[in-house]
Structure formats: C-alpha cells, structure tokens
C-alpha cells in the first residue's frame, strides 16, 4: 500500500514544478514520478484536480502579464474550476 505522506509529498513537489515550469512532462522528470501518476491522481483525487487546475490558472494569468497587449487572447477557465 502506498505512503498517503509520500504522495502528498510527490503531489505537491509536482504541482510546484509544473506551476514553475509550465510543462507536465518537465514537472515529472524534475520530481521524478511516472506522468501516469499524475493523471491517475486527476481522475481519482478532487483535492489535486483543484490544486492542478489553479495551478493552470496561475499560469494563464503569468502568460498574460508577460505577453503585451497585442498578442492577449481571453482567459478560458474550465468548467468546475475555482473561482
């Protein structure tokens, strides 16, 4: 049986990373877990899909900022997504 701590752990390093990063398969290489696991913890972990899909939106909003006014495009948020 798997470690709940160990995952925590894994799932915040990674959530971290990809909000560092901007790139799953970046995050996972760097925190060392398989890109299945992530998608796994997605499907099964309400808790995660917020924290993955703020992280998202912190990144939308990044991209925002660093790209100037010409090339802005609207902001999507998913349906379900934390306001």
Known sequence: MPNPRLIEEQQRLFLKAYA???????????????????YYWLRRNPRYLESFRDAEWALQLTARKTTGPKFR???????????
């Open 73 to 83: 495009v609207p902001l999507k948020r998913r349906e379900g997504a934390i306001q």
């Open 20 to 38: 560092r990063l901007g790139d799953i398969n970046a995050a996972v290489e760097e925190v060392g877990i398989r890109r299945e696991n992530h």
